[in-house]
């Protein structure tokens, strides 16, 4: 940050979104001036209680940072419930590398708020900051590397057969 | 578009069938005119004769004002006939190439479907715009230019042999001459001119095809190679054009030549026999002078010669590029044909290209009425092509499409046409509007019903329903800027705006942030925070536009107080887009919540170099104007870097009720504050129903508010006057101003419109979202199911189980044929192609 930053009255959004930006592993290691312009691109978004933030099949490529609310992943027809969110919970990280069809669908059970990053967005990012692709690569890694390592532990008792994320 | 069988198709004609047909009565007014000419051309020479011998040698006054006068009345006579003559010419020209057109238009257009698929648009274009007016010209000339000129050519021979005969002989030796050598060179002008054309068309065929794929080529930057092949044609056009036109200005030249001769063997020949007496001098300047007009006629015939060539190639080489004979006629069979049930039955059905390629190999199955088949498989399986042949788009090879137990072939067009409706992948929109396209496909029909009344409008609005594109007209109709309408209009609108808030101001304030007087308005620039309403003449935003240029507005913000501050806020706005987004480029989506636009960065840059620390008061008087400019603009909702300061919010509040006050004199033309009782000119319809702005940043706000408006809407019974003016919108050139889901939603109702008892479709759903998709086959299934047949191309596999029949094609041949359960039991292809090929048993 340069000397004259600290003159500038910022919005308490834009240092707030800094702030929980640089709580989330996947852009912590990110340099101070592309996180800066990370948290100016993010986009505050409010659903209300029943809205389906994205569906099974979309292609919704965004990180959603739950900000305030609540909110749930649904599987197939029978809408059942995989995972739920709340706030300072995020989803999306792999959305943000390239086009794919989700396999669930999101809906906010509460009127909830989110902080989002579009893949669109963090593609310019990192063209500016080229850095960054590798740090985002790394901290993906690592959390499938921990979730996978749950997930063994979990399952120490059968089902193993559904493991080996890491070594595909 | 009734074709009499017995007459011999359009491109077959002859030229002078044009000239002639329709024609005859002026053709014959024509000629009489003509005859009358070729007298008044003649009277003039024996007038000339008669001056000279009998007034001027003789000295008789009389005789001389006498023949002057018959002089004069025949000259002015011919004149007036050749002006008559032209017109009749120009007439009987347009007329025939009109016709010419039409017929030869309506021709192409049925022409079969593989013709286009080898058919440039361009070429086409030429030929009917182009080419066919050399054809045209001569048709007006067919008749007159060379009777005319023959004719005169005839009484002037005559004439001058009346004068005498042996010097006219011997002048008229020139012109067989002339016969035996034009023809030649004629004939190597036809030939350029047949190269030409040809090129020509080439040329047309292929700027039609560079520009179509003009996509491809600025992609990859194939600028060069197109202008290569665009280049070697040109050239090979200019020396084809060198050589015709080499040609047509020999047969010119020569002819010009010859006939100078004449004068020469008058002067020599009849000086000869003036010397020796046996020719008078009145004689032979009669002689000379009227040998001199054998030219004219005799030019123009040349010149007719010119153009009959030119014509007869030009006519010739574009009719024989249309002389493929349409597949289908179009009439309707004599009396009342039976409709058709649905029932279908294809026995094995063959498909071959006019290249031999075997595109359907042996196909059988059949359907009841109203029952639903899916055609699935892999691509190039032969699922359009089998639709496109049930539909009777070309016509099959061989085996056999049988509908209620009636050969397809021996069905007309015309009742394939009423009684099946297609939509295919890409529909095609034409310009027009949304109601236009609607009706296109009924108001074909022989009897179409007449489009207009309220029953007929209530079927419009339940079929755009029924498709899901009511939503979207609704939303065409809500987003038509309200004209300065009647105040029956203006009160209703208003009734709508005060019904909407009441009901749904609470449930909608997270969606809307309405416009109130009292508040600060968020989601507006600051600007218009402080015009807070519409002014000038139209919209509020376009005229008198309130800015650091506008002189009595930089005053008006001076004498509130507001100029300062709000310099001040642009210097900051400045600082904190340079601290953010500088050294990153002109990236647009950077800049789109940015207070500062893109291409202003640097002179923030700039400016906030100068002055690293303190305020904007001290800047000169442009760079003040600079930033107010930034800050006018500023919209706290949407500029979410910069916070709005309350005291400033504040100052603009009391700066509005100000404004408002002096407005007549900031805002020429008339101002309308933003109050409950006023509409917004130029806005709108919705805008002036929800009276506010959507705040950013929920996604589903535009839904809910749509919901709410036509809540509303309905209970004020104000649904089908919107619907009726969105329907009204224009669907943009082509129908871009629609997606790619809207054409495919419109180009089924379309079909649903006229009601026909089967429906193809080749992937007709492919551009909708999940949920049109869904709607589409609900409807299918709850309304169509029974009713109405429906051979559906699919590409989405997840919701073929809803169809009664499921064929699978692959290669041409049906692989597979029955229900959706017996095919899955089956775990043939279907399932491959559902679950792929390695799937272990579940």
Same mark, same amino acid.
């Given at each position: 940050?340069?000397?004259?930053?600290?003159?500038?009255?910022?919005?308490?959004?834009?240092?707030?979104?800094?702030?929980?930006?640089?709580?989330?592993?996947?852009?912590?290691?990110?340099?101070?001036?592309?996180?800066?312009?990370?948290?100016?691109?993010?986009?505050?978004?409010?659903?209300?209680?029943?809205?389906?933030?994205?569906?099974?099949?979309?292609?919704?490529?965004?990180?959603?940072?739950?900000?305030?609310?609540?909110?749930?992943?649904?599987?197939?027809?029978?809408?059942?419930?995989?995972?739920?969110?709340?706030?300072?919970?995020?989803?999306?990280?792999?959305?943000?590398?390239?086009?794919?069809?989700?396999?669930?669908?999101?809906? @906010?059970?509460?009127?909830?708020?989110?902080?989002?990053?579009?893949?669109?967005?963090? @593609?310019?990012?990192?063209?500016?900051?080229?850095?960054?692709?590798?740090?985002?690569?790394?901290?993906?890694?690592?959390?499938?590397?921990?979730?996978?390592?749950?997930?063994?532990?979990?399952?120490?008792?059968?089902?193993?057969?559904?493991?080996?994320?890491?070594?595909? | 578009?009734?074709?009499?069988?017995?007459?011999?198709?359009?491109?077959?004609?002859?030229?002078?069938?044009?000239?002639?047909?329709?024609?005859?009565?002026?053709?014959?007014?024509?000629?009489?005119?003509?005859?009358?000419?070729?007298?008044?051309?003649?009277? %003039?020479?024996?007038?000339?004769?008669?001056?000279?011998?009998?007034?001027?040698?003789?000295?008789?006054?009389?005789?001389?004002?006498?023949?002057?006068?018959?002089?004069?009345?025949?000259?002015?006579?011919?004149?007036?006939?050749?002006?008559?003559?032209?017109?009749?010419?120009?007439?009987?020209?347009?007329?025939?190439?009109?016709?010419?057109?039409?017929?030869?238009?309506?021709?192409?257009?049925?022409?079969?479907?593989?013709?286009?698929?080898?058919?440039?648009?361009?070429?086409?274009?030429?030929?009917?715009?182009?080419?066919?007016?050399?054809?045209?010209?001569?048709?007006?000339?067919?008749?007159?230019?060379?009777?005319?000129?023959?004719?005169?050519?005839?009484?002037?021979?005559?004439? *001058?042999?009346?004068?005498?005969?042996?010097?006219?002989?011997?002048?008229?030796?020139?012109?067989?001459?002339?016969?035996?050598?034009?023809?030649?060179?004629?004939?190597?002008?036809?030939?350029?001119?047949?190269?030409?054309?040809?090129?020509?068309?080439?040329?047309?065929?292929?700027?039609?095809?560079?520009?179509?794929?003009?996509?491809?080529?600025?992609?990859?930057?194939?600028?060069?190679?197109?202008?290569?092949?665009?280049?070697?044609?040109?050239?090979?056009?200019?020396?084809?054009?060198?050589?015709?036109?080499?040609?047509?200005?020999?047969?010119?030249?020569?002819?010009?030549?010859?006939?100078?001769?004449?004068?020469?063997?008058?002067?020599?020949?009849?000086?000869?026999?003036?010397?020796?007496?046996?020719?008078?001098?009145?004689?032979?300047?009669?002689?000379?002078?009227?040998?001199?007009?054998?030219?004219?006629?005799?030019?123009?015939?040349?010149?007719?010669?010119?153009?009959?060539?030119?014509?007869?190639?030009?006519?010739?080489?574009?009719?024989?590029?249309?002389?493929?004979?349409?597949?289908?006629?179009?009439?309707?069979?004599?009396?009342?044909?039976?409709?058709?049930?649905?029932?279908?039955?294809?026995?094995?059905?063959?498909?071959?290209?006019?290249?031999?390629?075997?595109?359907?190999?042996?196909?059988?199955?059949?359907?009841?009425?109203?029952?639903?088949?899916?055609?699935?498989?892999?691509?190039?399986?032969?699922?359009?092509?089998?639709?496109?042949?049930?539909?009777?788009?070309?016509?099959?090879?061989?085996?056999?499409?049988?509908?209620?137990?009636?050969?397809?072939?021996?069905?007309?067009?015309?009742?394939?046409?009423?009684?099946?409706?297609?939509?295919?992948?890409?529909?095609?929109?034409?310009?027009?509007?949304?109601?236009?396209?609607?009706?296109?496909?009924?108001?074909?029909?022989?009897?179409?019903?007449?489009?207009?009344?309220?029953?007929?409008?209530?079927?419009?609005?339940?079929?755009?329903?029924?498709?899901?594109?009511?939503?979207?007209?609704?939303?065409?109709?809500?987003?038509?800027?309200?004209? %300065?309408?009647?105040?029956?209009?203006?009160?209703?609108?208003?009734?709508?705006?005060?019904?909407?808030?009441?009901?749904?101001?609470?449930?909608?304030?997270?969606?809307?942030?309405?416009?109130?007087?009292?508040?600060?308005?968020?989601?507006?620039?600051?600007?218009?925070?402080?015009?807070?309403?519409?002014?000038?003449?139209?919209?509020?935003?376009?005229?008198?536009? +309130?800015?650091?240029?506008?002189?009595?507005?930089?005053?008006?913000?001076?004498?509130?107080?507001?100029?300062?501050?709000?310099?001040?806020?642009?210097?900051?706005?400045?600082?904190?887009?340079?601290?953010?987004?500088?050294?990153?480029?002109?990236?647009?989506?950077?800049?789109?919540?940015?207070?500062?636009?893109?291409?202003?960065?640097?002179?923030?840059?700039?400016?906030?170099?100068?002055?690293?620390?303190?305020?904007?008061?001290?800047?000169?008087?442009?760079?003040?104007?600079?930033?107010?400019?930034?800050?006018?603009?500023?919209?706290?909702?949407?500029?979410?870097?910069?916070?709005?300061?309350?005291? *400033?919010?504040?100052?603009?509040?009391?700066?509005?009720? *100000?404004?408002?006050?002096?407005?007549?004199?900031?805002? +020429?033309?008339?101002?309308?504050?933003?109050?409950?009782?006023?509409?917004?000119?130029?806005?709108?319809?919705?805008?002036?129903?929800?009276?506010?702005?959507?705040?950013?940043?929920? +996604?589903?706000?535009?839904?809910?508010?749509?919901?709410?408006?036509?809540?509303?809407?309905?209970?004020?019974?104000?649904?089908?006057?919107?619907?009726?003016?969105?329907?009204?919108?224009?669907?943009?050139?082509?129908?871009?101003?629609?997606?790619?889901?809207?054409?495919?939603?419109?180009?089924?109702?379309?079909?649903?419109?006229?009601? %026909?008892?089967?429906?193809?479709?080749?992937?007709?759903?492919?551009?909708?979202?999940?949920?049109?998709?869904?709607?589409?086959?609900? *409807?299918?299934?709850?309304?169509?199911?029974?009713?109405?047949?429906?051979?559906?191309?699919?590409?989405?596999?997840?919701?073929?189980?809803?169809?009664?029949?499921?064929?699978?094609?692959?290669?041409?041949?049906?692989?597979?044929?029955?229900?959706?359960?017996?095919?899955?039991?089956?775990?043939?292809?279907?399932?491959?192609?559902?679950?792929?090929?390695?799937?272990?048993?579940?």
């Amino acid at each position: 940050m340069n000397s004259s930053t600290e003159k500038i009255c910022q919005t308490p959004e834009l240092q707030e979104n800094l702030q929980l930006f640089g709580e989330l592993p996947c852009f912590a290691t990110f340099p101070p001036k592309a996180m800066k312009l990370l948290a100016f691109l993010a986009e505050r978004y409010r659903f209300a209680d029943g809205d389906l933030i994205f569906e099974e099949g979309d292609d919704f490529g965004r990180l959603y940072l739950l900000l305030a609310g609540h909110l749930r992943l649904l599987a197939g027809k029978g809408q059942n419930v995989v995972c739920e969110f709340r706030p300072k919970e995020f989803l999306g990280t792999f959305s943000l590398l390239g086009r794919l069809p989700a396999l669930f669908s999101l809906e @906010a059970t509460t009127a909830s708020t989110v902080l989002s990053i579009s893949r669109e967005q963090l @593609a310019k990012v990192v063209e500016q900051f080229p850095e960054c692709a590798n740090s985002y690569l790394h901290s993906l890694l690592r959390e499938l590397h921990r979730w996978e390592a749950r997930s063994c532990r979990r399952v120490a008792g059968g089902g193993q057969e559904q493991l080996g994320v890491t070594v595909l | 578009m009734k074709r009499d069988p017995g007459t011999s198709p359009v491109t077959e004609k002859s030229l002078f069938h044009w000239a002639f047909r329709d024609n005859l009565k002026l053709q014959l007014i024509l000629l009489s005119l003509i005859l009358l000419i070729v007298g008044a051309r003649v009277v %003039p020479l024996e007038m000339q004769k008669r001056i000279i011998n009998d007034a001027i040698a003789l000295k008789n006054l009389d005789a001389l004002f006498l023949y002057c006068l018959i002089y004069i009345i025949a000259l002015t006579t011919a004149s007036a006939l050749k002006l008559a003559i032209n017109y009749l010419q120009a007439l009987i020209g347009e007329r025939a190439m009109t016709v010419m057109r039409k017929e030869l238009y309506e021709h192409i257009l049925g022409l079969p479907l593989h013709f286009f698929r080898t058919t440039q648009p361009g070429m086409v274009v030429s030929s009917l715009m182009t080419e066919l007016s050399a054809a045209g010209t001569f048709a007006g000339m067919a008749f007159a230019v060379p009777l005319t000129n023959i004719l005169t050519l005839l009484a002037f021979t005559v004439y *001058l042999l009346w004068l005498n005969p042996k010097l006219a002989a011997t002048t008229l030796v020139i012109y067989p001459l002339v016969m035996l050598i034009i023809p030649q060179l004629q004939k190597r002008a036809n030939q350029a001119n047949k190269k030409r054309v040809d090129i020509s068309r080439s040329t047309s065929s292929q700027i039609a095809e560079s520009i179509s794929g003009i996509h491809e080529i600025q992609v990859h930057g194939a600028y060069r190679q197109e202008s290569d092949k665009f280049g070697q044609l040109a050239e090979r056009l200019k020396k084809v054009r060198i050589r015709w036109s080499l040609f047509r200005f020999g047969i010119k030249t020569a002819n010009n030549y010859f006939t100078g001769l004449g004068p020469f063997i008058v002067f020599l020949y009849g000086g000869y026999l003036v010397m020796h007496g046996q020719l008078a001098l009145g004689a032979m300047v009669a002689f000379l002078s009227a040998q001199e007009k054998l030219f004219d006629p005799w030019k123009e015939l040349i010149d007719f010669y010119q153009v009959y060539q030119d014509a007869t190639v030009r006519y010739r080489r574009t009719m024989r590029s249309f002389t493929t004979t349409p597949d289908f006629t179009l009439e309707l069979p004599a009396g009342d044909a039976p409709r058709l049930s649905g029932e279908l039955a294809v026995h094995a059905l063959t498909y071959d290209t006019t290249d031999g390629l075997r595109l359907l190999n042996g196909v059988s199955f059949s359907l009841q009425a109203g029952e639903h088949l899916a055609v699935v498989g892999f691509s190039g399986g032969g699922k359009s092509t089998l639709i496109q042949c049930i539909g009777k788009m070309f016509p099959y090879s061989g085996g056999s499409i049988q509908f209620d137990g009636r050969e397809l072939s021996e069905l007309g067009k015309m009742e394939i046409i009423r009684d099946i409706g297609y939509v295919s992948q890409s529909p095609f929109i034409f310009t027009g509007t949304v109601r236009e396209n609607l009706l296109y496909a009924r108001q074909a029909l022989p009897a179409a019903p007449q489009a207009g009344g309220t029953e007929d409008l209530d079927r419009q609005i339940l079929v755009l329903q029924q498709v899901g594109l009511f939503v979207d007209v609704m939303r065409f109709g809500l987003e038509t800027p309200l004209e %300065p309408e009647d105040a029956e209009t203006t009160r209703r609108i208003l009734a709508i705006r005060a019904r909407l808030r009441q009901e749904f101001g609470k449930k909608l304030a997270d969606c809307i942030e309405f416009y109130d007087w009292q508040s600060y308005h968020r989601t507006s620039t600051i600007a218009e925070n402080i015009v807070f309403g519409s002014g000038g003449s139209g919209s509020g935003r376009d005229s008198g536009r +309130p800015g650091p240029d506008n002189q009595l507005f930089r005053q008006f913000l001076g004498t509130t107080g507001l100029l300062l501050p709000l310099v001040e806020l642009g210097l900051s706005l400045a600082r904190q887009a340079v601290d953010v987004l500088a050294g990153l480029g002109g990236i647009e989506l950077f800049f789109k919540n940015s207070p500062v636009p893109a291409d202003q960065l640097e002179r923030c840059e700039a400016l906030t170099s100068r002055l690293p620390h303190g305020g904007g008061s001290d800047l000169p008087r442009q760079d003040q104007d600079f930033l107010l400019a930034l800050a006018l603009q500023f919209t706290p909702a949407n500029h979410t870097m910069t916070r709005l300061d309350d005291e *400033l919010a504040a100052d603009i509040l009391t700066a509005r009720l *100000l404004f408002a006050k002096q407005a007549a004199g900031l805002l +020429p033309g008339g101002f309308t504050p933003y109050g409950e009782t006023a509409l917004i000119p130029g806005q709108s319809i919705l805008n002036n129903i929800f009276f506010g702005r959507i705040r950013p940043g929920m +996604p589903s706000a535009q839904e809910r508010i749509n919901r709410a408006v036509m809540h509303t809407l309905v209970e004020e019974d104000y649904l089908e006057k919107i619907a009726a003016i969105g329907m009204e919108s224009p669907v943009g050139t082509m129908g871009d101003r629609l997606s790619g889901g809207q054409r495919q939603k419109l180009a089924i109702a379309r079909v649903l419109l006229k009601q %026909p008892s089967i429906i193809l479709m080749d992937e007709a759903t492919s551009a909708l979202d999940n949920k049109s998709q869904t709607r589409i086959q609900r *409807l299918m299934t709850n309304r169509w199911r029974g009713k109405r047949t429906v051979i559906a191309v699919v590409h989405r596999l997840d919701s073929i189980d809803t169809f009664d029949k499921i064929a699978v094609m692959k290669a041409g041949k049906l692989v597979e044929y029955g229900s959706y359960q017996d095919l899955i039991g089956q775990r043939g292809m279907l399932h491959e192609l559902i679950y792929g090929k390695n799937l272990p048993d579940a």
